[in-house]
């Protein structure tokens, strides 16, 4: 079952230095966070740095026909995103619909996001085109 709310992420613009998305989050529980004309206006401006690479784990295994393959896992790594964030290297506007906000200040929703965003660049190795967090 649903606790109806989330947000969502489209990468907007990217370089050698930085990172940009642009998000909407939707809260169906309140009507007046429900952002039913699904409004992308917060932004996440992430700087390259942050992307850390995963750790590779490599080993020979031994197949049943006794045949001998490399297998190679990877290895997702903790992002510390809160302490980017207050380093500035992660800046974040936050959406019209933000219903929820840290001590700090910042959308809840966009935790959320970061946090699926580092773990899904580790796994496919490259920039995700789109993020979703449902709940």
């Not at 690479?53 to 197949?63: A, D, N, S, T, V």
């Not at 959320?112 to 449902?134: A, C, R, T, V, W």
Request: hydrophobic fraction near 35%; include cysteine; aromatic fraction near 10%.
């Amino acid at each position: 079952m649903s606790r109806g709310f989330g947000a969502h992420a489209d990468l907007v613009a990217q370089d050698n230095e930085t990172v940009i998305y642009q998000y909407g989050g939707y809260n169906l529980n309140e009507p007046e966070f429900r952002n039913e004309k699904h409004l992308y206006d917060g932004l996440i401006t992430i700087s390259r740095s942050c992307f850390a690479e995963p750790e590779i784990h490599e080993k020979l295994k031994r197949m049943p026909s006794g045949r001998k393959k490399l297998i190679t896992k990877r290895i997702p790594v903790r992002v510390d995103y809160p302490q980017m964030i207050s380093d500035g290297r992660i800046i974040i506007e936050n959406c019209s619909n933000c219903w929820h906000r840290t001590h700090d200040g910042i959308d809840v929703m966009v935790c959320h996001i970061l946090f699926h965003l580092f773990l899904q660049y580790q796994e496919d190795g490259k920039m995700p085109d789109y993020i979703s967090y449902n709940v």
